[in-house]
Nanobody
Framework: QVQLVESGGGLVQAGGSLRLSCVVS????????IGWFRQAPEKEREFVGG????????NYADFAEGRFTISRDNAENTTYLLMNRLEPEDSAVYYC??????????????????WGQGTQVTVSS
């Protein structure tokens, strides 16, 4: 059994920052990538960005490029999503997901094997 737990969400004013964390526990894999996704009310879940096992391959959605930064600490089984210059349009439930691969993180939801329960991010104008 694998568990992913997100934390760090909350309410922030536009222009502010938040850092989300995703901790993986339970059964471990030799290599895995982590993707971050978000879902706003009445919208489809969308890819935010992802990081591979070694941290040398990171990709971002266009809206996240330049504002969001993904990093990971494998010793702590933790991946981070630092979000700067937040906008009201960034309000959503943010999820992390695990992909059992060493390749470049995929934006395809179906490729991910395990998901966290999500953490709410609300950006006020």
């Amino acid at each position: 059994q694998v568990q992913l737990v997100e934390s760090g969400g909350g309410l922030v004013q536009a222009g502010g920052s938040l850092r989300l964390s995703c901790v993986v526990s339970g059964r471990t894999f030799t290599y895995y990538g982590i993707g971050w996704f978000r879902q706003a009310p009445e919208k489809e879940r969308e890819f935010v960005g992802g990081i591979n096992w070694s941290g040398n391959l990171i990709n971002y959605a266009d809206f996240a490029e330049g504002r969001f930064t993904i990093s990971r600490d494998n010793a702590e089984n933790t991946t981070y999503l630092l979000m700067n210059r937040l906008e009201p349009e960034d309000s959503a439930v943010y999820y992390c997901a695990l992909w059992r691969s060493i390749r470049t993180p995929t934006a395809r939801i179906v490729d991910y094997d395990y998901w966290g329960q999500g953490t709410q991010v609300t950006v006020s104008s």
